[in-house]
């Protein structure tokens, strides 16, 4: 076996046409990591056959054997949760210190999936006309296509696959071109804990050529989806129009409000984690912070005193706080967008350039003055980009937090119960924190934006219930 092929019909294999291609990292991209099959179409239909194959039975299982699997899977993959991290770290760039932290946490997905085996599967009620049964239950959709970003490499695809399979469907996983090793390592658990052959397929490669082609295959019935809204939409227009389901995790532009009555210690290195950590390459990062008058200045300087102290540099440092951006491509366009927000008028208080390495590190960066119809303001920049606004009254904070296209998170700082209160209301997203910042999610709730920033039911928690499984109502008479 050569650890770079694809996982299809419980066997390891490389592509149909042989094709590979060499992976490498963002802080050494000299280096290559590895030789990984470059699939094609012909993969992904070999891929869905075994999967269509391996349904039925899969299917017919109960569901606490299923969840078996899962708890299995989850102990092999704690096993190498170390060699696991330092394969993330290497291969996109996230500090060693988080790639253990989201091991951990695709590990507690499998578990609390393994959980929901046991769960209820429907509603029993009485008919109108006449005292019988009549009830609800849920049913596996069929064939799952799981199609992930490079950015949570371990934990998105495991929070999509773990509840399809305890649902009873099997899938087709199709990781980031960045990030195959990863994904192939989650694959390797499920293999080592002897899931039944075509039960979960893992074919690496480009979005253009097998993601695209999953998307087209007559027998997947539902797609799940996190990525650029670019290309989730298309994947959206092209899967609807072929009667497929489909449920999508996009982008954010995520607002952290800062009170004057907030603990401003407390919100400034909130403010640091979830603008710069992962070096902002998070859905959920803080992109736009705003902070009342009277506390405006002293945020300012704990902030930026916060971000001078930062560790910047080597991801595979434990000590480091932020990495290099995934690839040359992001990368230009962060300093692009770096340079458009000084163009467009803005004050660079921290950061603002690439640092010296070879590496492709941002100097986290921290912008002041800027317009709220600038680009800074409305766009998501996929890296340590954030900038500082000023407001006076909670109604001015909410009305420009929500003046975006996204959804996806919010937070607010404050010690005042009726400023939370409203904030909970009236922010638009569909993740709110208070007094935490805008990054981080539980394993067992759920998970997802609202407005541009998803489409479909959400994912993790009991709400993944709804996407993976169809709805049946059943009526028994005596
Ligand atoms: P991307 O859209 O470029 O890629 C996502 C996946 O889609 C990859 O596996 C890619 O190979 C595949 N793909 C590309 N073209 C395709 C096509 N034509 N057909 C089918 N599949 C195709 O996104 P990315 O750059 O890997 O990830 C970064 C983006 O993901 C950011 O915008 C970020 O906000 C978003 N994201 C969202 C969430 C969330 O839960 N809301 C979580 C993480 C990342």
Same mark, same amino acid.
């Given at each position: 076996m050569n650890p770079g092929d694809n996982y299809i019909a419980g066997r390891w294999q490389p592509s149909w046409s042989g094709a590979t291609y060499e992976n490498v990292g963002p802080?050494?991209?000299? =280096?290559a990591l590895g030789i990984f099959a470059d699939s094609a179409q012909e993969d992904a239909a070999a891929a869905v056959e075994a999967a269509a194959r391996a349904f039925p039975g899969w299917a017919a299982l109960p569901a606490a054997t299923r969840g078996g699997f899962l708890a299995s899977a989850a102990a092999h993959l704690a096993e190498r949760a170390e060699a696991v991290a330092r394969d993330m770290t290497e291969e996109m760039g996230k500090p060693l210190r988080e790639s253990r932290g989201e091991v951990r946490r695709a590990v507690q997905i499998l578990e609390f999936f393994a959980g929901e085996a046991? *769960? @209820? %599967?429907g509603e029993l009620f009485e008919q109108a006309a006449n005292g019988g049964q009549v009830s609800t239950r849920r049913r596996p959709v069929g064939v799952a296509a799981l199609i992930t970003p490079w950015n949570f490499p371990c934990a998105i695809p495991t929070w999509k696959l773990a509840p399809a399979l305890v649902y009873g469907n099997t899938v087709v996983l199709k990781p980031a071109l960045e990030s195959p090793a990863t994904a192939l390592h989650v694959a390797r658990a499920f293999d080592d804990a002897g899931l @039944? +052959?075509? $039960?979960l397929n893992v074919l690496t490669g480009r979005g253009a050529t097998v993601g695209a082609a999953l998307v087209r =295959? $007559? *027998? $997947?019935g539902a797609i799940s989806f996190t990525g650029s809204v670019e290309t989730g939409t298309r994947v959206r227009d092209e899967a609807t129009s072929l009667g497929k389901r489909v449920q999508l995790e996009l982008g954010g532009q995520n607002p952290l409000i800062v009170m004057a009555d907030a603990d401003l210690e407390r919100a400034a290195e909130a403010a640091y984690a979830g603008a710069?950590?992962?070096?902002?390459?998070?859905?959920?990062?803080?992109r736009r912070i705003y902070v009342q008058s009277e506390a405006y200045d002293a945020f300012r300087a704990l902030l930026v005193r916060r971000m001078a102290s930062g560790r910047v540099g080597? @991801?595979?440092? @434990?000590? %480091?706080e932020v990495g290099p951006i995934v690839n040359e491509t992001q990368l230009a366009d962060v300093l692009a967008a770096i340079e458009r927000g000084k163009a467009e008028g803005a004050t660079v208080l921290a950061g603002g350039h690439r640092l010296e390495?070879? #590496?492709?590190l941002v100097a986290p960066t921290l912008f002041e003055? $800027? *317009? +709220? +119809?600038?680009f800074l303001s409305c =766009? =998501? %920049?996929? #890296?340590p980009v954030a900038s500082l606004y000023r407001f006076k009254s909670l109604d001015e904070a909410l009305a420009r937090a929500n003046a975006v296209r996204f959804g996806l998170s919010a937070a607010i700082f404050t010690t005042n119960l009726a400023t939370a209160t409203r904030f909970l209301a009236?922010?638009?997203?569909?993740l709110l924190h208070v007094n935490s910042q805008t990054a981080g999610a539980d394993v067992h709730v759920p998970f997802g934006g609202i407005k541009g920033s998803g489409f479909g039911p959400h994912e993790?928690?009991?709400?993944?219930l709804e996407f993976y499984t169809d709805l049946v109502t059943t009526y028994v008479d005596p």
């Open positions: 802080m050494r991209p000299a =280096e046991y *769960r @209820p %599967v @039944p +052959d075509g $039960v =295959e $007559v *027998r $997947v710069y950590f992962a070096a902002g390459q998070k859905c959920t990062a803080t080597d @991801p595979l440092d @434990p000590s %480091v390495s070879d #590496g492709l003055g $800027v *317009r +709220d +119809d600038a =766009e =998501e %920049v996929f #890296g009236e922010a638009q997203a569909g993790q928690g009991r709400a993944a």
